[in-house]
Nanobody, 119 residues
Framework: QVQLVESGGEVVQAGGSLRLSCAAS????????MGWYRQAPGKQRELVAT???????NFADSVKGRFTISKDNAKNTVYLQMNSLKPEDTAVYYC?????????????WGRGTQVTVSS
């Protein structure tokens, strides 16, 4: 089985920074991509940023220039560095990974970590 465990969410003032981490553990062949999504109260879950095994990145327009995504392949961990945080960044942030287990490709989700940005 595969598990994704997020950490780093907390309450921060507007303009501040946070770094989220997500570690994948379990038995698998490879990680195709990892990323972060978020869901604010009353809203749908939305893409924040993704990074592929080759290092290609993709960001939501709303976070471009403020957030960066990186990974540590040796630790099977993805990071989301969030700078210049705004109250509208408040949400539960979910880690996502596309993982291969032998010939099977599956999508996995973490349980989420709360980020609250106070004005």
């Amino acid at each position: 089985q595969v598990q994704l465990v997020e950490s780093g969410g907390e309450v921060v003032q507007a303009g501040g920074s946070l770094r989220l981490s997500c570690a994948a553990s379990g038995s698998f062949s490879s990680i195709e991509a990892m990323g972060w999504y978020r869901q604010a109260p009353g809203k749908q879950r939305e893409l924040v940023a993704t990074i592929t095994s080759g290092g290609s990145t993709n960001f939501a327009d709303s976070v471009k220039g403020r957030f960066t995504i990186s990974k540590d392949n040796a630790k099977n961990t993805v990071y989301l560095q969030m700078n210049s945080l705004k109250p509208e960044d408040t949400a539960v942030y979910y880690c996502n990974a596309v993982i291969w287990r032998n010939i099977y490709r599956s999508n996995y989700w973490g349980r989420g970590t709360q980020v609250t940005v106070s004005s």
